[in-house]
């Protein structure tokens, strides 16, 4: 199966995106929290900006605007990896992780 390099910004912490998984639950599967809820691209919890890369989406329609994919957002919770990528996620935490 075919895995893409996901990079977290600003943490630099990487994690393996195999493909057809989403990115959210790739990054749980690694120990890595990012913000979630709905977990079906209506709620935008887990929004992020994509530095890099490309992704496609597993509903036809995820909470984002034509802009904003324009300017590179993502829903994690229901895009997959096309490609490495690199996401600006600011408060993702390592699993088990307490400030």
């Known amino acids: 199966m075919k895995a893409y390099t996901v990079t977290l910004l600003p943490s630099g912490w990487r994690f393996d995106a195999p493909d057809g998984m989403p990115l959210l639950k790739a990054a749980?599967?690694?120990g890595i929290e990012l913000p979630s809820s709905c977990r079906n691209g209506t709620c935008r919890t887990c929004l992020c900006r994509m530095e890099q890369g490309a992704v496609r989406y597993l509903v036809e329609w995820p909470g984002l605007s034509f802009d904003e994919k324009r300017?590179?957002?993502?829903?994690p919770c229901v895009a997959v990896a096309q490609s490495d990528l690199v996401l600006r996620a600011?408060?993702?935490?390592?699993?088990g992780a307490h400030d």
Do not use: K, Y
């Open 71 to 75: 300017e590179g957002d993502v829903l």
């Open 90 to 95: 600011p408060l993702a935490r390592r699993s």
């Open 28 to 30: 749980e599967a690694a």
